[in-house]
């Protein structure tokens, strides 16, 4: 072989080497420093108590809390949604053009950033009825929404279609066919949405921050949807640029970062158990 | 009996088009409120005057309303961002999909998982913590915190949307193609890189526009390195303010015109988010064909 050609395949394996090497140690770097910095201020009384000015401490409980509010109040309002919206384009719609216009606005959404979508949740929703978790929980419904739509579509596609010609052969009307046939089948698209999408809502911020605020009150499910909330993510912030907590803001930061790891974890294995489910 | 389930159907369907009909009106709803809130402000200032004024001072006693210097920032943060992340995010795409080894690609493609998944805020905080005071030490300025950081975080930010696309696509490729060209006597990076990746080019630029769009969008991690003072971005180590950030900074506490025209900047970064989208989309129809 050529001199030449020798150093281009050299020079090509030694920048393929270099580059996974650097996105290999990042991470590798991230993830350690995270946890190594934020692993020791994570005790029991650091997730279990709320902040203190008496005692001058501070405990993440409230977020937590809120976190896993706004994580089922957004999933409850989205899913209906999207599974509608994902059942409307793969059942129902014949004009290819309406498709193309659902597809493109979902497409549009998701590319919309975020600090976008907490802006206009603040004009639509906190303007309205106040900053409280709720209007958080409908910004990220909109959000999510595409996730959730996206998933459920590609499992209806795997629903075969001689299902479906079976049960309407048998006399079922279109709507007894998505209830008994339809439905049910998909269940795997929503679950692989919902997984994803709480990890998004786990992440997010921007939005948060001018439509579900930054309290740290301890509340119930139904009174912390209608009050003013930071998530972990959000208080993570607040600890960090606001109040110069770094401590606190690793701990919160490894607790993310864990979590994050788990959501991974279960998509991956959801996944496999699925395609193992339909390859049957 | 007939006529009552044809009524039902009828409704049902009806629901379901609403449903799908919700998508198309998030969309109409996001782009009015942003229009409506964002055109009262540049009416009041001039539209040149707040695209290309070169000042930003919304609290001075005489206020003025520029926002050239969040564009341009924006512009040369994600240009940044892309010159540093596409580089090392192609040639990781290149290496999972073709060359690794199995276990290699599961562990590395599991790495870029969580990488995508950590939250941008997690990114802010490093950056803030080891990145800010490093650039300070290294180059010996009194604040490590500016362009450069951004930059660097960013280009961090959107490794894994570029890695996970590009890898989709050049899986794509048709196995023909590559036998075809090892038969001819290619050596394996040869045909890699001569015959897989032009073959996936599509793919592989909208990953690119897709880094784009990720790295223009974000406001959190850029804020707690980028030092958030509207200055023109003339150096590296400038601090300055990006479109996402000018807004969510002074969301917090601004009222009458300073708050307006923060909407309009808001409607700025839609339009470019929403020009980005449209080449993403022409893209990856090119990808279908």
Redo the contacts between chains.
Sequence with gaps: ?STK?NV??WA??I??????G???A???F??G??LV?GIPNITWEFLSTKPSYLSDTIGILPDILNTVYIVIATLVIVI??GV??A???T???TNKK?VG??E??????S??????????G???FSNNFGTCLMAGALTLA?MN??TI?RNTQESLKTVPQSYREGAFGLGA???RVIRTVVLPNCIDGVITGCILSA?RI?????AL??TAGFAHSLNGFVAGLGSSGATL?VA??VY??ERGE?GV??GI?AI??ML??L??LS??AVAKHFRKKNAE | MKKK?NL??NI??G???I??????G??L??TI??VI?GIPAIREIGLVEFLFGDTWAPTAAQPQYGILPFILTSIAGTGGAILIGV??????A???AK??PKRVKEV?G??????A??????????G???LVPGIRRIFRIPDGSGLLASIIVLS?MI?PSI?KMSVTALEAVPKEYEDASLALGA?P??T??RVSVPAAKSGIAAAVVLGI?RA?????AV??VAGNVANMPNSPFQTVMFL?TA??YG?GYSDGLYRQA??SI?LV??LF??L??AV??FFLKGEQK
């Design positions: 072989m050609r281009y395949v090509m394996r920048l393929m080497w270099l580059a996974s650097i996105t290999a990042l991470t590798l991230l993830v420093y995270v910095q209906p949604l509608g919206a059942v409307y384009l059942e129902y719609a309406v216009i659902i493109y606005a979902a497409e549009a959404l590319g919309i950033p975020s600090i976008i979508y907490g802006l206009v603040m004009l639509m909109i929404l595409p739509m009307g279109k709507w990890g786990l992440g997010e911020s921007a921050l001018f993510t993570m912030y960090a640029k770094f803001a690793f930061a993310l970062m994050a790891f959501i991974n998509a991956t | 389930r039902l159907e049902i369907h629901v379901f088009l449903l799908g009909l919700i998508t198309v998030c969309v709803m996001i409120y942003l809130s580089p090392i995010g192609f040639f990781t290149v290496y999972l060359k690794a590395v599991q790495a870029v998982s969580l990488l998944g950590i939250p941008s805020v997690v990114y802010g905080l490093v803030m913590t080891v961090v490794l890695i050596t990076e040869e890699w890189f769009g223009i969008g974000e406001a959190m804020m707690m996402t807004v969510s969301m923060l909407f808001a970064l839609f988010v929403m980005i989208n993403l989309d």
